[in-house]
């Protein structure tokens, strides 16, 4: 099955193919339409797969989409695409999507979330804004790690201080 018609089966509106195309070039797949799903890379079917989510919830297709839920979006991504998926959901976000997203890259996290849930074996440890979850304390409570949080060139960027 080509990659066109496995996302054309996740769209609500067939007949809209101008967006399948926009969302498809957002993720760097606009060159893979024609390949068969068989024939791709982890990386590349892991960002079909986002694609066909992004045009189930998408605004434009379907107005009642409200929240998006996503686990290790960005596993078997390559910096670049996760830049590329970054900016996709920053756009649903702005058009009122919300999006949960389990993540155990924690310097994403500490860019780009707004809340963040902290988790240990299934029990929550910290929960609200990622700066008051994303702290030293809390981290070592989660990982049994030391952790210090730095600053970057202006960006907060934590590491394992173990």
């Known amino acids: 099955m080509p990659v066109w018609h496995y996302l ?49 919830i998408h605004p434009d297709a379907n107005p009642v989409g409200q929240l998006l839920l996503l686990d290790e979006p960005m596993n078997s991504l390559d910096v670049a695409q996760q830049n590329a998926l970054d900016r996709v959901l920053h756009h649903l976000c702005q058009a009122g999507i919300a999006i949960v997203m389990s993540s155990h890259d924690l310097n994403h996290t500490l860019r780009h979330a707004h809340k963040a849930w902290l988790l240990k074996r299934g029990k929550l440890i910290a929960c609200g804004r990622r700066e008051e979850v994303l702290t030293p304390s809390y981290l070592a409570q989660a990982y049994g790690l030391r952790f210090r949080r730095l600053d970057v060139e202006g960006h907060p960027m934590l590491i394992s201080a173990t």
């Open 8 to 56: 054309t089966l996740h769209q609500p509106d067939k007949t809209r193919t101008g967006q399948l195309n926009e969302v498809a070039d957002m993720l760097g797949l606009g060159d893979k339409l024609g390949r068969s799903v068989n024939q791709l890379s982890g990386g590349e079917w892991q960002r079909v797969r986002l694609a066909a989510v992004v045009l189930q």
